[in-house]
């Protein structure tokens, strides 16, 4: 059975820090290029970043500089280190799995960046 999940989210002030993971188990994790969404209230899922099965990277310009996007194959487990948070990424963020027409996702974790 195919599962993403997806931890380590929560409150956080802005300015502050968070790293997302996303364990993946059912399939050939690292055949996968692997990549974080989010959605806000109100608002419609948009691309974060993403990384290929050959690790390397891209970033909308919303987070570049502030996100890194990663991967262990040997854990099945990617993951998004956050920094410089703002109140504007608030958001679920979801881990995707694509590998030609086969796409999984995640459930979801909520980030919330407030004072």
């Known amino acids: 059975q195919v599962q993403l999940a997806e931890s380590g989210g929560g409150l956080v002030q802005p300015g502050g820090s968070l790293r997302l993971s996303c364990a993946a188990s059912g399939f050939t994790f690292s055949n996968y290029a692997m990549s974080w969404y989010r959605q806000a209230p109100g608002k419609e899922r948009e691309w974060v970043a993403t990384i290929n099965t050959g690790r390397s990277t891209r970033y909308a310009d919303s987070v570049k500089g502030r996100f890194t996007i990663s991967r262990d194959n040997a854990k099945n487990t990617m993951y998004l280190q956050m920094n410089s948070l703002k109140p504007e990424d608030t958001a679920v963020y979801y881990c995707?799995?694509?590998?030609?027409?086969?796409?999984?996702w995640g459930q979801g974790t909520q980030v919330t960046a407030s004072s």
């Open positions: 995707r799995a694509v590998q030609g027409i086969r796409t999984y």
